[in-house]
């Protein structure tokens, strides 16, 4: 099989040649963009055979997101789905990204550790602010040898921010329309951080609809707190806090005046923790995650009623600089918990895992890096257990210092959750009798960097089997069925072109960036009938200017050939800050010219329930003004 990708790789040889004659000896870029999810170990990402990106904490603040999630929509090579705007939560439902155009696949880790829960494996990005971050490092395809069972599509690694030796104070405001506020501060110490965020949102009016049932959802006034805390007391040794408390309302308000209003009252907690030790070749971590939802429903017999996601876990990597290769040996262990006492009680499961990963220098310039995992779930009493085996094979071939082509297969494995599993109400059923998920990723690509232009390229095929799914063929309650095939076939481009860089004015400041990715995503339903399981196509488009007083991007996101016949939509975001005083002063506004963005939803001729979730209804003009001391 890695035989087939190599040849697969020979397909972008030759390109080479005339590369090789672009990139002139006094010219060559430095290689310095490097990683830790590609191998768990530091490493150059042109030289890992995957597909990473790395979004640094400047560039998270220049996109002018909001929050973490809608950071990583503007990013490129997303699909994003949320439940209300600003990808605030309703309920259970919250706001997710998907890899390729397949929902539901992705791991989220929070400095290596797992941050979904194991109800239903949703997270809340919304509530991690983007001031935060130290970076994002997300590796696309199948990661299941390196990161678990839950690593089907790819892997979302947020690395908080670090310490540094000096002291510095920081303050930043920002207000716009709707009622928009996002205030946070900071204070960093020498070994110690400390971050404090606030953020508002005003009402919203129907921020979805259901055309079948004649209703509609109001959005209440949305609170968000949010604290971070950093410490590295001993070399190498470092102690990470993440929390969070958001509260929000929403109230479901029939066309037919004569039903009275229902209404629902929210407030979620969220805690997050770790101990990590990180030296050149071994690193340790102790974690805990923790997150409860409360919902008031004050329109019904129900009262209050909770939901609980919990996990806590140790793991463990060595890494080995044998003579003939490079090894990486290593161990996790996670405990996953929920209750959802209104629903279905208290589940829980145990995650072990050992795995090893040997990097090899084949020949002069070619790199073969193999892996195996060693996967155990072990289920409650009376439930099933898993136990796989995850190889996983990569080729490097560096062709030049500036250009290597890449391949890389990888077995993907997940195990049923337990709202899948058992959840239970008037709009979705559970279904005890799912089987896991698993499959194989196969992709290929190339990278190039050079003063002109950074280009990142990939082709793959992603081909699962029982991946589960919704059956909507019987209406309310809906229930989960392991689908037969499931397969996404497409390319991926990540390009950044500095055009004028040669130049000795202000044209040498400008960017222009180009992320996205075209898919075909299809799965056969519960009748074994193909269809569309995601969105086919996703862009990312921006022109940048990097001043040393003025920054300016302007970016738009397009989303098109979408699932059950929801609308494409594109949305032009602007970002520009000036040094003012001792500051800066920001300018940001989100979808200028006001376009109708459908996050979410069923539009088919035959759905049981034709409805759409809605984002911010026109655009969100903010200003802000931050100081650094």
Not at 402 to 412: V, Y
Not at 516 to 526: F, I, L, N, T, V
Not at 541 to 563: H, I, N, P, Y
């Amino acid at each position: 099989m890695i035989a087939l990708l190599a040849l697969g790789s020979l397909f972008f040889a030759p390109w080479a040649p005339n590369i090789n004659l672009l990139i002139a000896a006094e010219t060559s870029q430095k290689l310095d963009t490097m990683t830790v999810t590609a191998e768990r170990f530091l490493s150059a990402e042109i030289s890992t055979p995957r597909f990473v990106t790395v979004i640094s904490a400047e560039e998270l603040i220049e996109s002018g997101a909001n929050n973490l999630v809608d950071a990583l929509k503007r990013a490129g090579g997303f699909a994003y789905k949320a439940y209300a705007p600003l990808g605030i939560a309703h309920g259970a439902m919250k706001s997710e990204v998907a890899i390729r155009g397949i929902y539901d696949g992705e791991l989220v880790l929070l400095n290596g550790a797992p941050l979904q829960g194991s109800a239903s494996h949703s997270y809340d990005l919304n509530t991690i602010p983007i001031d935060q971050i130290e970076r994002i490092e997300i590796l696309k395809g199948a990661a299941s040898t390196l990161y678990g069972a839950d690593a089907m599509t790819g892997v979302v690694n947020i690395i908080t921010k670090k310490t540094s030796t000096k002291t510095a104070y920081r303050a930043a405001f920002e207000s716009g329309n709707e009622d928009f506020h996002n205030h946070s501060m900071s204070a960093s110490l020498p070994g110690f951080n400390l971050g404090l965020n606030y953020q508002h949102l005003g009402d919203q009016r129907e921020v979805s609809r259901s055309f079948t049932n004649g209703y509609r959802y109001d959005l209440d006034a949305s609170d968000k707190f949010a604290v971070n805390c950093n410490y590295n007391p001993l070399p190498d040794l470092y102690f990470d806090y993440l929390g969070s408390y958001y509260e929000s309302g929403f109230q479901k308000r029939y066309d037919n005046p004569a039903k009275k209003y229902e209404g629902t009252k929210q407030e979620h907690y969220k805690h997050f923790a770790d101990l990590r030790y990180e030296s050149v070749d071994f690193r340790a971590k102790l974690f805990g995650n923790f997150e409860e939802m409360r919902r008031d429903i004050y329109t019904s017999t129900a009262s209050e009623t909770k939901s609980r996601n919990f996990n806590f876990g140790l793991g463990c990597d060595y890494r080995l600089p044998f003579a003939w290769a490079s090894w990486v040996v290593g161990v996790d262990y996670t405990y996953f918990g929920s209750d959802y006492s209104h629903q279905y009680g208290y589940h829980y499961r145990n995650d072990y895992a050992f795995f090893t990963q040997i990097k090899k220098e084949l020949f002069e310039h070619l790199t073969l890096t193999t892996g195996l995992r060693q996967q155990l779930v072990e289920g409650e009493p009376g439930t099933d257990d898993y136990n796989r085996l995850l190889p996983s094979f990569g080729l490097d071939l560096q062709l030049n210092e500036a250009f290597h082509l890449f391949a890389n297969l990888g077995r993907a494995f997940r195990s049923p959750t337990f709202n899948q599993l058992y959840y239970e109400s008037s709009m979705m059923v559970g279904n005890p009798d799912l089987g896991p998920e698993k499959g194989w990723t196969y992709e290929t690509g190339m990278k190039w960097d050079h003063p002109y232009l950074s280009l990142r390229l990939a082709a793959f095929f992603m081909d699962y089997e029982d991946k589960i799914e919704i059956d909507r063929r019987s209406g309310y309650p809906l229930s989960y069925f392991n689908a037969g095939d499931y397969q996404s076939t497409g390319i991926e481009w990540e390009l950044a072109g500095n055009p004028f860089t040669n130049q000795n004015d202000w044209r040498k400041r400008l960017t222009v960036y180009s992320h996205g990715y075209w898919a075909d995503p299809r799965a056969e339903d519960a009748d074994g009938v193909n269809y569309q399981a995601g969105p086919k196509f996703q862009s990312t488009v921006g022109l940048k200017f990097l001043g040393d007083k003025l920054t300016l991007d302007l970016s738009s996101q397009t989303l098109a050939s979408r699932e059950r016949e929801l609308h494409n939509y594109t949305t032009v975001n602007f970002y520009g800050k000036l040094k003012f005083g001792p500051g800066w002063f920001s300018l940001a506004v989100d979808n200028i010219f006001a376009e109708e963005v459908q996050i979410s939803g069923d539009l088919s001729a035959d759905a049981s329930n034709r409805y759409l979730y809605y984002d911010l209804d026109g655009p969100l003009v903010k200003i802000g003004y931050e100081v650094i001391f």
